[in-house]
């Protein structure tokens, strides 16, 4: 992210002691210490890279926390995984492949030059990311909707429709799994009593962790294309030099490639 | 300010008419040699709370009854004393200071690749350092440096949240540092710099860089969720809540086995240059000492269960790790033997940074062999978590980096400042140090076989002799470490005039004049010659010019 | 002045081992690590800017010399190895026949209970000439049991059982330390472990003492006279009367005929789950598998077990494993109690 922010074009500020190196022959968007644009470009792009593969380690971390558990817990796990919203989640990950081309698409042509076009895919990137967001939230609030006892966040606002059944899959003292379907309903043992632990909760706790870092990658995402979309307007990009939008775009691949993972690693298990 | 005027402008001087002015033009510089000096300033501080949080511990040792301090408080000074060292002093130290300042420089570079991101990450260091400390200022913290679950995430009253915040923010300023690194070594080398002319220590920091970018993330997510297991009562690590307390440890030691080689790597670079300049002579086995260090972050990685040999892990994994942890031995051999090889037939001088660098090679050796001893399960299992362990790693950490660290410092100490610093003290202390350090640490090792563990304030009767010998060294240690920093400050109103090369070394930081001007370089230099291009009769020469009276 | 020794006394069959690795080590150290000081001293005042030496023809690096200090160290540090992992095993490996001793760790102390019932606090009497075998658990955090003079050492973990083992060869007192950091008294979770001969072992055993349980209340030690009152049940005992009183026995029957597998003979056998895996039976399985029923059902029955977790104290549980155990323990007939005999027993209880 700050990658991105040291390639923006416009001069760099605050470094009076660099004044008596002279800047000329430079082209307004190379900075005073890199001799071309190529080299500048390079060094981008590579920052980038480097920067993505210590984000998949960040997230690695929790896979990795995801993994033991599913190990040792595979029925609870599985079971746990019904409760989540599969249909929404599928969307989600439908509105952020498209995304992914609208940004691709982007890139190719801030390339060509085609600065319009660039400032239309952008915005619709924008669009898809704020309605992923939108469709997260909506779970989210879904799930603190039956904590609080109702079906929908929509009947919680309004008072309206009354939860069935007592479900709160929000960790903390609060948290309720439902008892089980099927064969060991029946016992009385097998209901989760309020706050206790269990592995259902490790579960969503994991889902609540992983969901809301990625999350807050989107956000950090839409406000580079937010900002991406500022300086395409201001014609900072052409054909020669569009490095930010494809920095900037590799960032927003990398969000979707890790929601490609969470996808089937939460609402999918079986 | 000066009772002489440098010659040149330097990165130091500006013209800045106002105080605030001056400050802001420091606060806000994108320089990397004035980011590394407001490194070093922060980081010295830093080793010297650090320091005292050991001064604490050593003193309440000096009995066996405990009588200095409380449990509680004991168990906050070696807690601080580990934290701040690890996290705030050794991980950053070399690659911070050294690195920023130098590595441009050797590269015939003007700057690193993201001069914003480097100010950023002074910042971010800046912000989990007051974390850290004002976790020490409200009621400290009871952990240990190692954080262990579910006594962390759990059982401990203490600040542990503000702590881990601090570690967090922290990792992220090793990142930013360690993301410039790469791409700069990777993009904006001189013309003519290929991998094989780089400096030694480019390639060590290169390789540490490779392991700051992988593993501190790992930690990062590691210490986020202790925090949120305190805050939202959910067991991730505690068993009492469904979560498994070993996972905790295997991600911890993912990111802190590595960090050891964080630590240390730099140092191998530092020594490599300071062995070579003061051999007047081309490092022996360039080849092998650039890739043992690649080799070093490589099996790095695949290491971290040997500090899990008594925790419960099954015997295949402790075989595994402890073959693997044999292996990472070889390459800091390599190091060792290619040193010493150097060293003959050169023109060996005893300036102030060779003695570091001696004192380094005969410390780490020291260090290496008990990690073998660590290493070997059947003895591990003895010897783990007592003072054996805690002798062990000061060795490396302290008689390794810090060596290094202060090697390094006096090396391009003249570099950075102009100016040159009292020799003869510089000597004194390096002898100091070196002989302060083994009285502290060698009664350690002796310690642990006889079964004293670590991290306890009341222990039996019959360790207290090596105990009043470790902590009657641990005051010859702290004379050494303050007596360069009365020197070195006085050097920067006192010192001579150094010049551009005072060491006659190679490389290119010794091309610009001392201070480096802003810029570093006018024209960026075309490289045609490998790192330590001394000619053949270099040494031979050197030797011949020697009178009577000239520096030994 | 308190006498100054360099070595911990070597009191177990670890010990001989373990120092003569450890003394070969410093061997091999010492040819490196004292040597290799006296070469670079050498080479520094022979090379010494002051002196006249011969510097002509400098090597820049030699691949057979970089060989040779690879391949030595190498085969050096893996003989090592090798001897070290064989060693390894044997320190992990319990021989079959032990004297099995149930260990509890908590903030700040250390309770151990014996087979007969007897219980200790920060103490443990062993046997020497005896493998004996802890099987150790704790209540909060992370300890570790560590005995230098034995050179035996293992993390004690909350939620899972580890296992530890040895044999004493001298009567004596030797201290017991905790080795992992556990909080404000961790320095202060120390103890001793008293080796004495087979007889005396028995003797002390069967002596009654204080009860006093790992929660730190007192024990009724016993308004009977009689001695085993005083020392508390057997273990196995103790757990065959919670394996009643819990209702286990309704569906674990010995004749396997009950809803659960029988346990009889299943302690450290492999057996088949549900998803085709070989699972050993071993102290944390049975442990996992009362606690969380359905974390590995035994092939051919239905995951219907409730969870028990919260309702039985560590102590509880190591009595129920103890009584488990003692279902497959067909050497000792005398010790083994049906779930007829208990039933009798429980039934004279309730009397």
Same mark, same amino acid.
């Given at each position: ?48 890279? %480097? ?78 990311? %704020? ?38 899959? %929000? ?64 014609? %900072? ?34 | ?29 994108? +320089? ?145 540092? /360690? ?55 959910? /067991? ?143 003895? +591990?299992?003895?010897?783990? +978590? ?155 020469? +050197? ?10 | ?38 070469? $670079? ?8 800017? #002051? ?39 044997? $320190? ?119 009860? @006093? ?11 009977? #006279?009689?001695? @085993?009152?005083? $020392? ?26 009950? $809803? ?65 155990? #003692? ?14 005999? @208990? ?9």
């Amino acid at each position: 992210m700050a990658t991105t922010t040291t390639t923006q074009g416009s001069e760099v500020q605050g470094h009076g002691a660099h004044a008596d190196h002279g800047h000329a022959g430079h082209g307004r968007e190379l900075q005073h210490h890199f001799e071309t644009a190529q080299q500048q470009k390079e060094a981008a792009t590579l920052g980038m890279w %480097v920067f993505l593969v210590t984000e998949l380690m960040l997230f690695g971390g929790i896979f990795m926390a995801y993994t033991v558990y599913r190990w040792a817990f595979p029925d609870i796990w599985a079971e746990a995984a019904h409760h989540l919203n599969t249909p929404l989640g599928a969307l989600n990950t439908v509105v952020l492949l498209v995304s992914s081309l609208t940004v691709a698409l982007a890139v190719n042509a801030a390339e060509e030059g085609r600065k319009q076009r660039l400032i239309r895919l952008l915005g619709v990137t924008m669009v898809l990311g %704020v309605a992923f967001l939108g469709i997260k939230g909506y779970e989210y609030s879904e799930k603190f909707a039956h904590c609080a006892g109702y079906e929908t966040p929509i009947a919680w606002a309004t008072s309206g429709a009354p939860l069935g059944e007592t479900e709160c899959l %929000v960790p903390g003292r609060a948290f309720v799994f439902p008892a089980a379907h099927g064969e060991a309903a029946a016992d009385a043992h097998h209901e989760v009593t309020p706050g206790q632990s269990s592995p259902y909760q490790l579960f969503y706790l994991l889902y609540f962790i992983a969901t809301g870092l990625h999350a807050v990658h989107m956000l950090i995402g839409l406000s580079i294309v937010g900002m991406l979309t500022f300086m395409a307007a201001r014609g %900072v990009f052409t054909s020669v030099y569009s490095t930010p939008v494809e920095i900037g775009g590799l960032y927003w691949h990398l969000i979707d490639i890790i929601w490609v993972f969470l996808f089937p690693l939460f609402y999918l298990v079986h | 300010m000066a009772t002489t005027a440098l010659p040149s402008r330097g990165y130091l001087e500006d013209d800045t008419p106002t105080v605030w002015a001056w400050i802001k033009s420091w606060l806000f510089t994108v +320089d990397h040699k004035r980011i590394a000096i407001l490194y070093l300033l922060a980081i010295n501080f830093y080793f010297l709370l650090g320091g005292l949080a050991a001064s604490v511990v050593r003193i309440e040792l000096i009995t066996p009854q405990g009588d200095l301090l409380s449990s509680d408080l004991y168990n906050r000074a070696f807690t601080l004393h580990g934290i701040i060292m690890v996290f705030f002093f050794l991980i950053p130290g070399i690659p911070a200071v050294l690195g920023n300042f130098l590595i441009p420089l050797m590269v015939g570079a003007r700057d690193m690749a993201f001069p914003r991101l480097n100010l950023f990450s002074w910042y971010l260091y800046m912000i989990g350092g007051l974390f850290a400390l004002s976790a020490a200022v409200f009621g400290g913290v009871d952990t240990g440096w190692t954080f262990y679950t579910p006594f962390s995430s759990t059982y401990s009253n203490s600040n542990v949240i503000l702590t881990i915040a601090g570690a967090f923010v922290m990792g992220f300023s090793s990142i930013a540092t /360690g993301v410039n690194f790469i791409v700069t070594t990777h993009t904006m080398r001189a013309p003519g710099l290929t991998w094989f002319r780089l400096p030694l220590f480019v390639w060590s920091s290169y390789a540490t860089s490779l392991i700051i970018v992988l593993a501190t993330p790992v930690v990062g997510i590691t210490l986020l969720l202790v925090a949120i297991e305190r805050i939202w009562g959910v /067991g991730i690590f505690d068993p009492a809540l469904g979560g498994d307390p070993l996972l905790f440890q295997h991600l911890f030691w993912f990111y802190s086995h590595p960090a050891v080689y964080i630590m240390i790597l730099p140092g191998f670079g530092v020594i490599s240059e300071l062995i070579s300049t003061f051999s007047r002579k081309r490092i022996f086995g360039y080849e092998f000492i650039a890739f043992s260090s690649m080799a070093i972050a490589i099996i790095g990685f695949l290491v971290w269960g040997h500090h899990m040999f008594v925790s419960g892990q099954s015997v295949y994994s402790g075989l595994v790790f402890s073959f693997i942890t044999m292996l990472v031995a070889i390459p800091s051999a390599i190091k060792v033997f290619n040193w010493t090889a150097t060293l003959y037939k050169g023109s060996i001088s005893y300036r102030t940074p060779m003695l570091y660098a001696l004192g380094f090679i005969g410390l780490f050796v020291i260090g290496g062999l008990t990690g073998i001893f660590l290493g070997v399960v059947a003895i +591990d299992i003895h010897v783990t +978590d007592t003072y054996f362990v805690v002798a062990h790693f000061h060795y490396v950490m302290v008689g390794g980096t810090i060596m290094a660290y202060l090697g390094g410092i006096h090396f391009w100490w003249p570099k950075m400042t102009g100016r040159m610093y009292n020799e003869v003290w510089g000597g004194i202390s390096a002898l100091i140090i070196f002989v302060g350090f083994n009285m502290t640490f060698f009664p350690q090792f002796v310690l642990g076989y006889m079964g004293m563990p670590r991290r306890y304030h009341v222990y039996p009767q019959e360790f207290q002799v090596l105990h009043v010998l470790s902590s009657a060294g641990s005051t010859v240690l702290a004379i050494g470490f303050i007596i360069p920093l009365i020197y070195l400050t006085l050097s920067l109103w006192k010192g001579k005039l150094a010049g551009d090369n005072p060491w006659d070394a190679t490389g290119l930081e010794w091309t610009v004049s001392s201070p480096p001007p802003a810029h570093n370089f006018d024209e960026i230099p075309v490289v045609t010659t490998e790192a330590y291009a001394y000619p053949p009769e270099a040494a031979e020469r +050197d030797a011949a010019a020697w009178r009577p009276g000239s520096p030994l | 002045m308190p006498d100054f020794p360099l070595f911990p006394e070597q009191a177990s069959t670890f010990a001989g081992p373990i120092d003569a690795l450890y003394g070969v080590l410093i061997a091999l150290s010492l040819i490196f690590g004292g040597i290799l000081p006296f070469i $670079i001293l050498y080479l520094m005042v022979r090379y010494h800017r #002051s002196q006249k030496a011969d510097r002509r023809n400098q090597p820049e690096g030699s691949l057979p010399l970089e060989l040779t200090w690879t391949i030595i160290p190498l085969v050096l540090v893996l003989a090592v190895f090798f001897w070290g992992a064989f060693l390894y095993i044997d $320190i992990r490996t319990p021989p079959a026949r032990n004297l099995e001793i149930y260990v509890i760790g908590k903030q700040w102390m250390w309770h151990t209970q014996h087979s007969n019932g007897k219980r200790e606090n920060n103490e443990l009497h062993v046997p020497i000439n005896q493998p004996v075998k802890l099987i150790m658990t704790s209540q909060d955090v992370i300890h570790s049991f560590y005995i230098p003079a034995f050179r035996v050492k293992q993390d004690v973990l909350p939620g899972r059982y580890t296992t530890m083992w040895f044999e004493a060869t001298k009567t004596g007192e030797y201290h017991l330390f905790c080795a992992e950091y556990c909080g404000t008294e961790h320095a202060r979770m120390v103890g001793r472990v008293v080796a004495m001969s087979l007889a005396d072992y028995e003797r002390w055993l069967t002596t009654p003492g204080e009860i @006093i349980l790992p929660d730190g209340s007192a024990g009724a030690g016993g308004s009977g #006279s009689t001695l @085993i009152p005083s $020392i508390g049940d057997p273990m196995a005992l103790a757990g065959a009367q919670l394996f009643t009183s819990l209702g286990c026995v309704g569906c674990h029957r010995d004749d396997g005929a009950g $809803i659960g597998p029988s346990l009889v003979g299943l302690y450290n056998v492999e057996t088949r789950m549900q998803d085709g895996s070989l699972v050993t039976a071993d102290e944390n399985y049975l442990r996992e598998s009362i606690l969380n029923p359905g974390a590995k059902t035994v092939a051919g029955y239905a995951n219907v077990m409730p969870s028990y977790d919260g309702q039985l104290s560590e102590d509880q549980l190591n009595q129920l494993v103890a009584y488990i155990k #003692s279902l497959s323990d067909s050497g000792s007939a005398s010790t083994r109690l049906s779930n007829d005999q @208990i039933a009798g027993v429980v039934a004279d209880e309730l009397k």
